[in-house]
T-cell receptor, first 115, second 111 residues
Framework: GAVVSQHPSRVICKSGTSVKIECRSL??????MFWYRQFPKQSLMLMAT?????????EQGVEKDKFLINHASLTLSTLTVTSAHPEDSSFYIC???????????FGEGSRLTVL | GENVEQHPSTLSVQEGDSAVIKCTYS??????FPWYKQELGKRPQLIID?????GEKKDQRIAVTLNKTAKHFSLHITETQPEDSAVYFC??????????FGTGTSLTVIP
């Protein structure tokens, strides 16, 4: 299957700082990428849809000024958690779909811990 | 929008027995239904999928069935093994649009 790479896999930061997570499609171009948040033992919660060259589409209840998404190229989308707080601690996962088949592939996920 | 429901939330089976997980969806426009397996702390992995023009698909010990009329699809795992233990998610989408995920099923295969 297609490869989606996410970095970093783990990050610990102090409250009030910002953290950037990168999501790359390694062997295909992705005009659309998705960012999810997953709490322990829960399903994937869609945060936003990242569109190459345009603004991201955020789900209801997700603060766009807090979770900044940039999709500057067909292979890279970034999620920046700004002014992080302990309640932002979570597992963040990106995904991208193949345009020809529609199959969705996930990055490795990034576990964020805000102290 | 689409609403995907998944049952059961937890499932325990003896090694060698079969496991069945069921999902329903609400949007008749959904035409692609993948299943993902997620091990603890890891990414969801696509294990099998089915499109709306097919009623059943099988890949070794894993099979998926789709009933478009009733708007439900199911994952069947036969001859379960301990390494099948994981959380399984169903999803539905109208190709090209966002994916809607079920709430997950935690499967435990008891040796």
């Amino acid at each position: 299957g297609a490869v989606v790479s996410q970095h970093p896999s783990r990050v610990i930061c102090k409250s009030g700082t910002s953290v950037k997570i990168e999501c790359r499609s390694l062997d295909f171009q992705a005009t659309t990428m998705f960012w999810y948040r997953q709490f322990p033992k829960q399903s994937l919660m869609l945060m936003a849809t990242s569109n190459e060259g345009s603004k991201a589409t955020y789900e209801q209840g997700v603060e766009k000024d807090k979770f900044l998404i940039n999709h500057a190229s067909l292979t890279l989308s970034t999620l920046t958690v700004t002014s992080a707080h302990p309640e932002d601690s979570s597992f963040y996962i990106c995904s991208a779909s193949l345009s020809n088949t529609g199959e969705l592939f996930f990055g490795e996920g990034s576990r964020l811990t805000v102290l | 929008g689409e609403n995907v429901e998944q049952h059961p939330s937890t499932l325990s089976v003896q090694e060698g027995d079969s496991a069945v997980i069921k999902c329903t969806y609400s949007d008749s426009a959904s035409n692609y239904f993948p299943w993902y397996k997620q091990e603890l702390g890891k990414r969801p992995q696509l294990i099998i999928d089915i499109r709306s023009n097919v009623g059943e698909k099988k890949d070794q010990r894993i099979a998926v069935t789709l009933n478009k009329t009733a708007k439900h699809f199911s994952l069947h795992i036969t001859e379960t093994q301990p390494e099948d233990s994981a959380v399984y998610f169903c999803a539905a989408t109208n190709t090209g649009n966002q994916f809607y995920f079920g709430t997950g099923t935690s499967l435990t295969v008891i040796p």
